[in-house]
């Protein structure tokens, strides 16, 4: 191993939560996701657990392919607390390298695999990873010039290991299982995660731009998925299907973790598209599915016979952005089954939800009531509660919570304050009811369906090409994705520039794409408000009255 590599053993931080009493109330200390699916193996062995769109693995296949994974991680002398990183489509290999690092308590991460190389590399020089497990090509898109330059760019020896791939400048995730001796199940399970170990460190776009590695031990990543199962009431009957992305915790807790916890059947698509999610549910007899609001309005927009076709889904859960009055109205006229609400992030999993029992007057007009097991405060500036109906920060605390943020250091900073409260960074109201509206956002960050786009760092690429004097980054509203990227350019010079030109420049910085600006507003002057402050609705308001 080389000593550049990093280790989480521990997670201090968890420390100053109250353990005991979650304990008692059975919040924390749930049994873990590797021995559920263990047991499943033995009692279920022939029940379906993971499908995909080349193949599937039974809970006895699952299992067994976990095992062998363990093993190779073990045989590849990667140690407790190691970091491995996951990066990867909507395939089944995802669910037998996740359970592998739990068994051999090897800390699993992940993020997006529509990532750039800007964000590949830094969310690498952040975690440190002792490999890399990736593909090289996903849907048809050619990642081999990406993984070279993250390689070249972290300036280590860091072994990456691709799946489904013949590219023979790289080692294989195939092979490295294939040649490593098999653990038995004893020797497989002895070290194995449980409770307060750390488990798995979720890699976010941070508002800076900075990566943020959001990092949860077994007993906040249980009880988060844990919640909604109970509250949805969810069973080991139910088909989930998934074509949210895996590298993202909305699909990762509440499509791969959820499946497992409740002992049912995953089903994963691997891009989403309505037409082609109605085929999987006819074949797969899929009863639950979850997505953002782009996906709830490509539902409703199908033809009818797409709609019917998803009539064994009796649940659906929307989260990740906004749903408007008007389409969530329209979706519980149209739409076959229930839609449950809800908000949610990293740090915590959903912190409210709507359920069975929710009118469709809440339903239409909040994000839910807080899950049983978490409290939430509308505070002040000063950190005071707020009146009913009155708008402030949202603050929450709970067993869901995450451990931290890993910073480039290695150490791990809590993320809740002395009082055990976590700021989201939104503005929000609860009613006399209990039901939570968002209203705002405090964050330098806009939403593009599941993707959380830092404005600054946008800002600070536009700011980098010779010909932009400053640049502004607002969200233009968008009926289906939320909202898209609009650069408002100061030229240096009497120079004339354009979209393509903008969006030649982030692909020559290495952006991802979905965070390249949809278009461009070009400014004389900047508006200013009240506190001096640039003005951003201002210039939206500007661009649009222009179109």
Known sequence: MHNVHRSILSLPTLSRRPQKEWEDKGWWGQKPLWKRVKEQSYLNPNKMAVIDETGHLTY??????????SSALNHANLQKGNIVLIQLPNWREFCSIMIACELANIIFAFCPITWGFRECSRAIKLLKPSIWITTD???KEDRKELLESCRSDVHYDLEVLLLRSSNLGFISWED????????DNMKATRNSGVGLDPLEIAVTSGTTGDPKGVVHSHDTALLAVQSTINRQGISSNDVIHLALPV??????FYGVRCAFQASCTLVMQEKWDVNRMAKIVQETGGTIALGTAAFIIDIMNAEKAVRNDLKSIWLFTQSGDNL????????????????SRALGMTEFGHITSTDANTSDQKLISSTGSPQKEMEILIADNNGDPVLFDKPGRILVR????????????????DVVDELGFFDTGDIGCLDAENFLRVTGRGKNVLRRGAETIPLTDLEEVLCSHPDIGHAVVVGIPDDRLGELPLACIQMRRSTKINISEIQLWFQKQGITRKFWPKDIHIVDCWPKGPTGKIDGSHLLNDYMSNK
């Open 60 to 69: 006895s296949e699952l299992w067994q392919e976990a095992v062998r994974c």
């Open 137 to 139: 090509n996903d849907l």
């Open 324 to 339: 408007t009055n008007p389409v969530i109205e329209r979706a519980i006229k149209t739409l076959p089954f229930r839609v």
């Open 398 to 413: 709970g067993p869901s919570i995450c451990a931290g943020y890993l910073q480039k250091s290695g150490e791990i900073i």
């Open 176 to 183: 490295l299982v294939k040649k490593a001796p098999l653990l």
């Open 247 to 252: 590298g993202h915790t909305f699909g990762y």
